[in-house]
């Protein structure tokens, strides 16, 4: 099955600084790779996603890449503001109509003003 | 409406009790999830529904049962937990088409089993 490595586990940055969160997955089969952003207290909420059929995608200050040969994805966040502080999960796995995900461990970002 | 509603928010249930969760979600979504939250964890799938079939079980012990009545519904029996099954359960949901892959959460049932 499909095993999601994340990294780091924890992350503190100043405000206008970028943020980057990186993750590996094991299973070939994974086609879908989305990143969720969960306050403390809330729900996770998607904040970006990306299919394998594409490299790169960007909405705004947050990004994310894709590399299928070394299984690795990750999430770029620039011009950080407090309220981005959260902890942010990556997941990969299929979608084929229904997902199945399996996440990563999570990354505190604490963004200090 | 993006919106999936869980209730109750908070459950307290002994060990010999019998409970149910409850999800709805009214944005004609057709595939529909079960997790599973321990503290400081990351979600882990235990139960996918597409089209009000069970699609996906993640070797999820008996004593918990899903049920989806309608395609608006989700529910989770719950009968004879242990204290170690006390996590937050969330619900999500997403259109079930391969190329819209949103999915939504909701808020969550923090369950307690003393």
């Known amino acids: 099955g499909e095993n999601v490595e994340q990294h780091p586990s924890t992350l503190s940055v100043q405000e206008g600084d970028s943020a980057v969160i990186k993750c590996t997955y094991s299973?070939?089969?994974?086609?879908?790779f989305p990143w969720y952003k969960q306050e403390l207290g809330k729900r996770p909420q998607l904040i970006i996603d990306?299919?394998?059929?594409?490299g790169e995608k960007k909405d705004q200050r947050i990004a994310v890449t894709l590399n299928k040969t070394a299984k690795h994805f990750s999430l770029h966040i620039t011009e950080t503001q407090p309220e981005d502080s959260a902890v942010y999960f990556c997941?990969?796995?299929?979608?084929?109509?229904?997902?199945?995900?399996?996440f990563g461990t999570g990354t505190r970002l604490l963004v200090s003003p | 409406d993006t919106e999936v509603t869980q209730t109750p928010k908070h459950l307290v249930m002994g060990m010999t009790n019998k409970k149910s969760l409850k999800c709805e979600q009214h944005?004609?979504?057709?595939?529909m999830y079960w997790y599973k939250q321990k503290a400081k964890k990351p979600p882990e799938l235990m139960f996918v529904?597409?089209?009000?079939?069970?699609?996906i079980n993640e070797s999820v012990p008996s004593r918990f049962s899903p049920e989806c009545p309608n395609s608006s519904l989700l529910n989770l029996h719950l009968h004879a937990l242990q204290p170690e099954d006390s996590a937050l359960y969330l619900c999500?949901?997403?259109?079930?088409?391969?190329?819209?892959?949103?999915?939504?959460f909701g808020q969550g049932t923090r369950l307690t089993v003393v």
């Open positions: 990306i299919r394998s059929n594409v």
């Open positions: 997941a990969a796995g299929e979608n084929t109509g229904f997902q199945k995900l399996v």
């Open positions: 529904y597409s089209y009000e079939k069970l699609s």
């Open positions: 299973d070939s089969a994974s086609n879908y």
């Open positions: 944005m004609g979504h057709r595939a």
């Open positions: 999500a949901s997403s259109q079930g088409i391969d190329r819209n892959t949103e999915a939504f």
